[in-house]
């Protein structure tokens, strides 16, 4: 059987902290290289490219990888954390 990724993260569950997101983006740094790769790493696709030539993060549906924590290591583009207690993906549903 073959099951497509947007089929297998659909199976997942999320819980928003409204107002708390925990990626976020210097917006003085949203047109950093590091930031439009994250738009075809990411797994959850919550990297998108404006048409302004910057990115925009959703972190919504974030799998807490922390892909694009180590790929913009250093480059002062992203601040991530975990959210609080309670809050992000569950993967227990897949
Ligand atoms: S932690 Fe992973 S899933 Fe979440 S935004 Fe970063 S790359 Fe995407």
Same mark, same amino acid.
């Given at each position: 059987?073959? %099951? &497509? ?10 819980? @928003? /902290?409204?107002? +708390?997101?925990? $990626? ?10 590091? %930031? &439009? ?10 990297? @998108? /490219?404006?048409? +302004?030539?910057? $990115? ?39």
């Amino acid at each position: 059987m073959t %099951l &497509k990724i947007e089929e297998k993260l659909y199976q997942n569950r999320y819980r @928003v /902290a409204e107002g +708390e997101p925990h $990626v976020c983006i210097d917006p003085s740094k949203a047109d950093s290289e590091a %930031l &439009k790769a994250m738009v075809n790493i990411c797994p959850a696709g919550c990297y @998108v /490219a404006t048409d +302004e030539g910057k $990115v925009e993060v959703v972190p919504d549906g974030c799998l807490e990888c922390g892909t694009c924590r180590i790929v913009c290591q250093g480059t002062g583009a992203l601040q991530w954390g975990y959210p609080q207690g309670g809050y992000g993906i569950l993967f227990k549903f897949g």
